[in-house]
């Protein structure tokens, strides 16, 4: 069946520290993923997304690259700031007319001063 | 743009109540809207999904009876907890996709609904 698995957190790391949260990914067909980010006490929001193999998704200085052989999306940042301190989710959606979404677990990110 | 709007924020009540969470997308359609529901520090877990004009389709497990869904237009859908209960504390959002969009495009999230039950 369709899953996600991301590292397990929580990960702390002082700030302008390298970032790399590992998802890997398992799919009957070809999905769409995404990366979204949750501030405490608020809901989720899109961080980045790729369509297709080999995609790359940016945004505020993440990336995340769609690997298909190693059926990966690992969400890297060169140097985090506090500001990103927050939980991450990886996502597929696993297609059909409604593109339902499965998520991981969720990785909780602090970044110190 | 695609801001999802959710009420309310948080809302504290007694058991056997029934209380109802709006989830309302401001600036674009909706055809089909999802409810998840998280426990602290764990996942999103998929309740419904609510299309406009239809019923709802409950995910496994998710009593309908309990978590009433109603999507009446393409801008709201409402879940009512039925008398509810202390296990029923939870954080619950939505999130819906732009009408039209293909079904790999990403869902916009409302901020969630804390729901304590005392």
């Known amino acids: 069946g369709n899953s996600v698995t991301q590292m397990e957190g929580p990960v702390t790391l002082s700030e302008e520290a390298f970032l790399t949260i590992n998802c890997t990914y398992t799919?009957?067909?070809?999905?769409?993923l995404f990366w979204y980010v949750q501030y405490p006490g608020e809901g989720l929001q899109l961080l980045l997304k790729?369509?297709?193999?080999?995609d790359k998704g940016s945004n505020k200085g993440f990336e995340a690259t769609y690997r298909k052989e190693t059926t990966s999306f690992h969400l890297e940042k060169g140097s985090v700031q506090v500001s990103d301190s927050a939980v991450y989710f990886c996502?597929?959606?696993?297609?059909?007319?409604?593109?339902?979404?499965?998520f991981g677990k969720g990785t909780k990110l602090s970044v110190k001063p | 743009g695609a801001v999802v709007s959710q009420h309310p924020s948080w809302v504290i009540c007694k058991s056997g109540t029934s209380v109802k969470i709006e989830c309302r997308s401001l600036?674009?359609?909706?055809?089909?809207m999802f409810w998840y529901r998280q426990f602290p520090k764990q996942s999103l877990m998929l309740m419904a999904t609510?299309?406009?004009?239809?019923?709802?389709?409950?995910e496994q497990g998710v009593e309908k009876d309990k978590f009433l869904i109603n999507h009446a237009s393409l801008t709201l859908s409402t879940l009512t907890v039925t008398s509810a209960h202390p296990e029923d504390s939870s954080f619950y959002i939505c999130?819906?996709?732009?009408?039209?969009?293909?079904?790999?495009?990403?869902?916009?999230f409302g901020d969630g609904t804390r729901l304590s039950i005392l």
């Open positions: 999130s819906a996709r732009v009408r039209g969009s293909l079904s790999n495009q990403p869902q916009h």
């Open positions: 799919a009957t067909g070809y999905p769409s």
């Open positions: 790729a369509t297709k193999a080999d």
């Open positions: 996502a597929q959606n696993y297609g059909g007319s409604q593109g339902n979404l499965i």
């Open positions: 600036d674009f359609q909706a055809t089909t």
């Open positions: 609510s299309n406009e004009g239809s019923k709802a389709t409950y």
